[in-house]
């Protein structure tokens, strides 16, 4: 469970954007969607992340979005928004809008303009980390071509930049390296679909996708995982993992709010370059969901 000290355990999702038909941020869902979420048992939100698709923001959106969060959570709910930019100024002053909107925490990608070497990397979570706000960083390599490997991740900790990360290299021996590296830095679940080997491994905390469309399910796989009860986590992590492993492919965005949608919550459509999904993964993302809702029933 997420703490004063530490409100970055426990669930966290990072949380879908809901568009309307125009493409316009439907901020009202979104505010009913933060309620949701609180009310189903999952422990915080991480809005402006890729899968709330900030990226395709303007600052005014991406700015109103930190505030409703931050309005809509109720006491014990973390809000830890996503600070990723091209670069440290850009990122400190999305860090300096979510402490000034009330969040706890903050979602800090290396450098996102260039393939950074680990001089700036190191130096880019120093300048954000001026604020004063805690860091929890962000290692996929996949979309930034920069690996946060062990040994970086160990010296951000040391220099005291970072509290945590959010691991989404999918490989979970990172783990056990960074408890020897860095007893103390807490590792989070950034892949849904390696949750259960991750927590075994040590992870106090889940930032994760599929909780927007499945929250009761993944709150209680999680807290399965948490007290050690494989008899239970075992099989609801089977039984989910046909969706979970949508959260590492490409159309992960489409695919979830289409799994929303499914289970009767809005997802809508995305933004441009995001596509609609072709009808075969479609069609097997909707059968994979409405299977799962039929088991749980």
Not at 150 to 162: A, K, R, V
Not at 219 to 238: H, N
Request: glycine share 6%.
């Amino acid at each position: 469970m997420p703490t004063t000290s530490r409100p970055w355990r426990g669930v966290i999702v990072a949380s879908a954007l809901p568009f309307n038909e125009k493409l316009e941020v439907d901020f009202d869902r979104f505010a009913s969607h933060v309620a949701w979420l609180a009310d189903a048992g999952c422990q915080g939100i991480t809005p402006n992340g890729s899968l709330g698709e900030y990226q395709t923001l303007t600052a005014a959106e991406r700015r109103r979005v930190v505030e409703i969060a931050v309005e809509i959570a109720p006491e014990g709910f973390s809000v830890i928004p996503g600070s990723a930019a091209y670069g440290a100024r850009e990122a400190s002053e999305w860090t300096e809008q979510a402490a000034e909107a009330g969040a706890q925490a903050v979602l800090v990608l290396p450098p996102t303009a260039y393939r950074a070497e680990t001089d700036s990397v190191m130096a880019h979570y120093a300048e954000v980390a001026r604020i004063g706000l805690p860091i929890v960083a962000y290692n996929n390599p996949f979309d930034t071509k920069v690996d946060l490997k062990p040994s970086i991740l160990s010296n951000l900790f040391h220099e005291g930049h970072i509290v945590a990360v959010k691991e989404f290299s999918g490989d979970v021996r990172r783990a056990y390296e960074l408890a020897e590296l860095a007893p103390d830095l807490e590792v989070l679940c950034g892949s849904d679909d390696v949750l259960l080997e991750m927590v075994i491994a040590g992870a106090k905390g889940w930032i994760a996708g599929y909780p927007n469309a499945l929250p009761i399910e993944c709150v209680d796989l999680y807290t399965a995982l948490e007290r050690g009860d494989l008899d239970v986590a075992l099989p609801l992590y089977r039984l989910l993992h046909p969706l979970l492993r949508w959260d590492s492919q490409t159309e992960f965005v489409q695919a979830i709010k289409l799994s929303m949608d499914v289970v009767g919550r809005y997802g809508g459509p995305c933004r441009p370059p995001r596509r609609p999904l072709t009808s075969e993964i479609a069609q097997d993302i909707r059968n994979s969901t409405e299977m799962l809702v039929a088991a749980s029933v």
